[in-house]
């Protein structure tokens, strides 16, 4: 049994100094990753005489993906538009939730009163 507590006490040391680097690195890319995921939905039309194209402005040799919902391009920017833009938020959440942060800082809150 005591094997399996210093066991124990040893993964939850490994893991609180993994999520300190894990979040900063999160921090930093994050706004990297949503960039370059939300840019395959920003297209220009580009048109002689009222008939042309509508191409992804962040590479002209491919088409629009709003045009075709249900290519790959689309789902696969739609799968990491929600996984980047609003799963690390809300990973950023739920660590912030698990580790109690919201009743440290009203517990520090009401000390300073």
């Given at each position: 049994w005591e094997g399996k507590k210093m066991e124990l006490a040893r993964k939850r040391r490994i893991i609180q100094t993994m999520v300190r680097p894990v979040q900063m690195?999160?921090?930093?890319?994050?706004?990297?990753?949503?960039?370059?995921?939300l840019s395959n939905f920003h297209c220009q039309h580009l048109s002689?005489?009222?008939?042309g194209s509508f191409l992804l402005i962040s590479n002209y040799r491919i088409e629009c993906p709003l045009r075709e919902p249900g290519g790959f391009i689309?789902?696969?920017?739609?799968f990491f538009g929600i996984l980047y833009a609003a799963g690390i938020p809300l990973l950023f959440f739920l660590v912030l939730r698990l580790y109690q942060v919201p009743h440290i800082a009203a517990a520090k809150r009401l000390d300073e009163v």
């Open positions: 690195w999160l921090f930093l890319t994050y706004p990297l990753l949503t960039y370059q995921t002689k005489d009222g008939e689309f789902l696969w920017s739609l």
